[in-house]
């Protein structure tokens, strides 16, 4: 039995689109140890998947930090391959760490190094497939049944609202909170329960939608991310910005309404599943009446 290490740190949407990557890896090393390293947040959700045997925590030491770096060299030895699906500038620096392991990357001379100009161009799914390929690893079935259980089990028809996204770019990648609340309305009137998701810090905006739609439910801060994938595969739709939920619940297989800004490329960052994408070069121009004439094609 030999010994696997991935390395996949986050954020949200792109651990979840990394879940097929994850199964190939699985399959074709079905025999063997596999270990991920992460990052605190994502740690329950692996270790409640069948894709690997262990879970190890990055701290991310600062580079100066030298008895973090010992810590994570050690982490980081004794595996005979390492499938690096961060590929950022800091986990190729890992290979060197690792002491040069056979290694599916991007780090400067690893055996298994994805050298497409256009791997950034490229949706991270396919991305990463190609990458694996070139390790030899071919794609395999990804079955989430695992997780469509998990979560409360609420009366459908409802649809899941995310209104938290990245304070980053002067707020053009957030949709105005009374236009989330306005559609909150929408969607009750259609027979939808409106059912707003996010992180604690995002309660506030949820009790502005619940307040302009009583008929709205707030579960923020109340879902680990086990339970937000299962309800996100009940959900009929999910409406958001470029956002780890919205990744979460294309990758579930809920229908999604994705609102980017000029800062969401659609080449590499529209969720997987069905998905109807609205552009706006900053997300406040982006009129109701354009969001709520796309909810029929969902």
Known sequence: MSR????????????CNSFPAFAAIRAHHAADEITLLTTAPFVALAQASPWFDQVRVDSRPAWRDLPGLWRLRAQLRGFSMVYDLQT???????????GRPPWSGIARFCRFRDTNPQRGELPTVARQR??????????????????????????PPYALLV??????H????????????????ILAARGFTPVTVG??????????????????????????LLALAGLA?????????????????????C????????????ANATPEGPCTLLRANSLADLPLATVAAALPSL
């Open 4 to 15: 696997v290490l991935v390395i996949r740190l986050g954020a949200l949407g792109d651990v």
């Open 88 to 98: 950022s500038g800091r986990s190729s620096k890992y290979f060197w760490l690792a």
């Open 130 to 155: 190609a990458q694996l390929a070139v390790a030899g690893v071919p794609a395999a079935a990804l079955d989430l049944t695992w997780l469509q259980s998990q979560g409360p089990l609420l009366t």
């Open 163 to 168: 209104p938290g996204t990245s304070a980053a």
């Open 170 to 185: 002067g707020g053009a990648k957030q949709w105005k909170l009374d236009r989330f609340a306005a559609l909150a309305q």
């Open 199 to 224: 992180a604690p810090a995002d309660a506030p905006a949820a009790a502005a939608i619940t307040k302009t739609c009583p008929a709205a439910l707030d579960l923020t801060g109340r879902t680990d």
């Open 233 to 253: 595969h009940r959900a009929a739709l999910a409406v958001g910005g470029d956002t780890g939920p919205i990744h979460l619940a294309g990758m579930m297989g």
């Open 255 to 266: 229908p999604t309404l994705a609102l980017f800004s000029r800062f969401s490329n659609p």
